[in-house]
């Protein structure tokens, strides 16, 4: 009987710790947005990541998340999965750009998109000729883009100079990330583009650092700039595009079974990026107007006023900085997807 005892217990443990003994991979995710997945695409997206990994990957993968910048800011990020001591990070293609792979900021350009499923359309990686920009980045950077995902429409903020024309941003200290194509923009504008980190743009606005600001609707609603910024444009002048990144030699050392787990865990959580996105621009606008701002919806023929004073100078810097040849390849490919002429 104490055999018998004994060897049901040595089962049991062994049934127990049959998962645990199981799991082959840890994988650190970072992001740098709040933790709130029902309220932010970037959480949304890193949440179903890892619920659908460990599921697919039946326990051999387990992801931890840091969220809330936890493990640095989008730079530090950057480095961090070309090191390879982060598996997996969210952060701005632009900054990406900027740091390793200059061309990638191509992607930056203003009025590229009308609508978050054009921009998806367009950026997956699984076309032709987004999968061969994202080898190409892998075999120079050594980071592998899973994913191009839709933050979020960028619009205009500012303490006091309501922006109704491209002319009212003339002379304005105006607060952008180290993306080179968003200072063009603002230098094609008349203002004066003015980085910022993230993490210190509140208080630059409240002290008047800076004269105004730009973000998606979420984002401006999430870090209260609405206390410190009276006017919102809904200009939705650039499309934040957030890139899924993994470090290449992790990726490729997978077996194949778990590099397809990782890609679908990805397209899935896809799905949670755009759609929770989307509700929270609504819902966020709402909540602004609520909270006092001065909300202006710029008129068709003012938003044709924005593109035609910043897409052609911009687009003329891209052509100087990486090749017309290039860039025109690109137009023509998300011309080619969207079935329109909008990103002329």
Not at 159 to 165: D, L, N, V
Not at 221 to 226: A, D, S, T
Request: aromatic residues 10%.
């Amino acid at each position: 009987m104490k055999s018998c005892l004994i060897a049901i217990a040595t089962a049991t443990a062994l049934f127990v710790a049959g998962p645990a003994g199981a799991q082959e991979y840890t994988l650190k995710y970072s992001f740098a947005d709040v933790d709130q997945p029902a309220e932010n695409a970037a959480a949304a997206h890193a949440y179903v990541f890892k619920d659908t990994l460990e599921r697919l990957s039946g326990g051999r993968m387990k992801v931890d998340l840091f969220p809330n910048g936890q493990l640095g800011d989008a730079k530090s990020m950057a480095q961090q999965i070309r090191r390879g001591t982060i598996s997996v990070a969210s952060f701005s293609s632009g900054v990406f750009a900027s740091l390793y792979y200059p061309k990638l900021g191509v992607l930056d350009l203003p009025f590229l998109y009308r609508t978050r499923a054009e921009m998806v359309d367009a950026l997956a990686t699984d076309n032709d000729y987004m999968k061969t920009m994202v080898d190409d980045i892998a075999a120079e950077t050594g980071v592998r883009v899973l994913g191009f995902e839709p933050y979020g429409f960028r619009n205009f903020t500012t303490a006091s100079k309501e922006i109704r024309e491209p002319a009212d941003l003339a002379g304005l200290k105006m607060r952008t990330q180290e993306i080179v194509p968003h200072q063009e923009m603002m230098r094609a504008l008349g203002a004066t583009p003015t980085p910022i980190p993230f993490m210190e743009l509140y208080s630059s606005l409240q002290t008047g650092v800076v004269d105004g600001q730009e973000n998606p609707l979420a984002t401006i609603l999430q870090q209260k700039f609405y206390q410190v910024q009276k006017n919102l444009t809904l200009s939705g002048h650039l499309m934040t595009v957030a890139g899924i990144f993994v470090n290449e030699e992790w990726f490729q050392g997978l077996p194949d079974d778990l590099k397809g787990a990782v890609v679908e865990a990805n397209r899935e959580a896809s799905l949670a990026y755009a759609g929770i996105g989307a509700v929270q621009d609504v819902v966020a606008l709402k909540k602004l107007q609520d909270e006092g701002m001065q909300i202006y919806a710029p008129t068709a023929e003012q938003i044709e006023k924005f593109r035609e004073t910043t897409s052609p100078a911009v687009r003329s810097w891209a052509e100087g900085e990486y090749g017309k040849e290039f860039v025109d390849g690109f137009f023509a490919h998300l011309k080619d997807t969207s079935g329109e002429g909008t990103a002329e």
